[in-house]
């Protein structure tokens, strides 16, 4: 019997990488978005059922969760990928903005793992994957806002590791390095004229990274090996620098870690 994933944010980016890739290996694939009209002809595919799900409105995701196990039969993996970047000056974002952040990147998350708990729970079994960042776990200059929300991801599903593990329940988090895709280009970008000197130029050193920086298809093969992984392993990092960036993080005093960031993005 095939096997289900269900994918939030799936339009562009990793969303729409990892939900082709699914479909490609042989799963059923529900791919959720905001806007199912923004499906491109690449999700023909006949594993394939678009559902329409903002992951801020709790009844589209308990009808995308039920239209999902109609018409599959069922779920084993969600994957819970929608999110963006709010990046720049603190002291330019606005209290809207930085709620809409959370809103998405964090509360979002929790609404979509809230709502397939019970059926998870009932079947005694599922996996829930999340797309972090190698951003949860190390910082960088005006990523203040997204980095907490990143942060907070990290910390609410390492806990809830421990609530869910006598359910048979796995907790896997994707922690991406830079990733070519349109990430970067969807970035929200707030500054103003006391930081006119530093915001722009360390901004254009952060972008700078994509350049070389690979494709969301590694990315997807990384959740991919999680969705298949049976162990209990929370953390995947993958792609760019994230990997070495991640271990450095972990054997360099503070100090020295934070001079390695800074003369690479504030020079």
């Known amino acids: 019997m095939k096997k289900t994933i269900l994918i939030t ?19 059923n694939v529900a791919a959720s978005m905001r806007n199912p009209s923004k499906a491109g002809n690449e999700f023909n595919h006949t594993n394939i059922k678009i ?43 606005t209290d809207e903005q930085i709620r809409k952040q ?11 793992t809230r709502a397939i708990l019970p059926y998870f729970r009932g079947k005694n079994e599922g996996i829930i994957i999340n797309t972090s960042s190698m951003g949860g776990l190390i910082t960088f200059p005006l990523y203040s806002v997204y980095h907490g929300t990143k942060w907070a991801l990290e910390g609410f599903m390492e806990s809830l590791q421990f609530e869910l593990k006598g359910k048979n329940i796995r907790i896997k988090n994707i ?16 500054s103003n004229d006391d930081y006119k ?16 920086a690979p494709g969301a298809d590694i990315v ?30 972990r054997i360099l005093p503070g100090s020295w870690f934070r001079s390695i960031v800074s003369m690479s993005t504030e020079k």
């Open 9 to 27: 944010g799936s339009s562009t980016g990793i969303g729409k990488e990892t939900a082709i890739y699914f479909a490609n290996k042989g799963w």
């Open 51 to 93: 559902i329409q799900v903002d992951v801020l409105n709790e009844q589209q995701i308990k009808a995308g969760i039920a239209e999902c196990i109609d018409v599959f039969g069922g779920i084993d993996v969600v994957f819970n990928n929608a999110g963006y970047a709010l990046v720049g000056a603190f002291e330019a974002m």
């Open 102 to 112: 959370f809103d998405t990147n964090v509360f979002g998350v929790m609404n979509v």
């Open 175 to 190: 922690e991406p390095g830079a990733i070519k895709t349109d990430f970067e280009n969807s970035l929200t970008f707030v």
């Open 197 to 212: 000197d530093y915001a722009p130029r360390v901004h254009q050193n952060m972008l700078d990274t994509y350049k070389t």
């Open 220 to 249: 997807a093969k990384r959740v991919f090996e999680a969705a298949n992984d049976s162990g209990s392993s929370l953390r995947y990092p993958v792609g760019g620098l994230a990997p070495v960036l991640l271990f450095l993080r």
